[in-house]
């Protein structure tokens, strides 16, 4: 009984035992699941901080973000409101340029028409006395003193005086320059005509005196040398200058020469490309023919017209027509040098902005003496017939004398002593023309003109004729 007791008790404790085994068996794996757990668990706390960091991260860029999203609306609210203000502002600023381009033109025209009446009170026709000085080709003994110049006030840079076998004729123009005076001192003094041509006034400047009395020089100067440019190269500069400042406005000038020649009324065409040193002078197989139309203009059939953009286009084409004509001086001599020279210088132009457009009304220039004196004379006593056909040179001239032109004569003077009598004679016509005033003509144009002078002695004088035109371009500015 006590052996199947023990057996029993052996019986309960192996299957305790076994019960147990399987118990810790099951403990060991809950404990292997449970160090798994705390491994995962360690990786979720480090991944949840590391989350958190990033959330953190996150969060703080989020707000700087938001940050700058607030000061970038604030931004867009100040630009906007600056926008506005410029907007604004813009929008006065061009109705004050609107305002201020129209007090523009009314002070541009205030000013031509000032400018104008500045040039009427002191004469729409005037005279400028030039003497030149001594050269070594005047008569021997020569020291100029047959000439001086008076030094009252009336009479300063006024007047000059001139002594003839013991007795002293006195007159008094507008200007006069003594043999000192520069080139620059005699355009400063003919630049207000320029301008008034810039404004759309006929200007006409003519020199006028016996061979060698220095109407070249003052006239085309010498080549070569800047400081001794004469009135037309100056002149010319100043109008290509005022077509480039232009340019910012819109305007887009064309501009055309045209230069001829008149000998015994034949009319010469200098530009011409047949060779006319092998034709008989003035004469190169064409008939030309001056014509005004309705309007006023002046044209000279089949003339060759080249177009032009700078002076020193329009020099070369000097230099052309020069040696065109010394070519006839060498085969004509004095018939030659009685020759008139014409230069003509053609403007129109269109405002790409404003659609305006302007166009030159050709006008060409003069005669000798005693053609050029009656019609002056004519247009001063307000003749009804004016003698401008009695020449083909005055009949070119006629739309550039008269009226809101403004005609300026120089009258060239040699101190020589054998030059006294011309001198005289020049001094005279000149006085008579200073008392002279013109009536209303046409229009204007940029012309040069050289002709001969009949005078009391056998020796020939020349007279050189310059217009500059303008034509009104618009209302606040011309050339």
Sequence with gaps: MKVASLRAELQQVSEDRESLLLQVQTLTAEVVNCEELVVKSNELKEKCLSQSNQLKTLQDELEATQNKLRVSDLSAFETKTEFEDQKKLISELQNRLADAELKIIDGEKFRKKLHNTILELKGNIRVFCRV??????????????VISFPTTTEALGRGIDLAQNGQKYSFTFDKVFMPDASQEDVFVEISQLVQSALDGYKVCIFAYGQTGSGKTYTMMGKPGNPEQKGLIPRSLEQIFQTKQSLQSQGWKYEMQVSMLEIYNETIRDLLSTKDSSRTEYGSNGKQYAIKHDANGNTLVSDLTVVDVCSTREVSFLLDQASHSRSVGKTQMNEQSSRSHFVFTLRISGVNENTEQQVQEKPKLSIEALSSLSDVIFALAKKEDHVPFRHSKLTYLLQPCLGGDSKTLMFANISPDNSSLGESLCSLRFASRV???????????ELSWVSGPIKSSKARRSKAYLYTLPMLPCNPTFAI
């Excluded at 030149?132 to 003193?145: H, K, M, Q, V, W």
């Design 132 to 145: 030149r000085p001594l050269i070594p080709e005047d008569s021997p003994g020569a020291d100029g003193r």
């Design 434 to 444: 200073n008392a002279c005033e013109i009536v209303s003509n046409l229009y204007s």
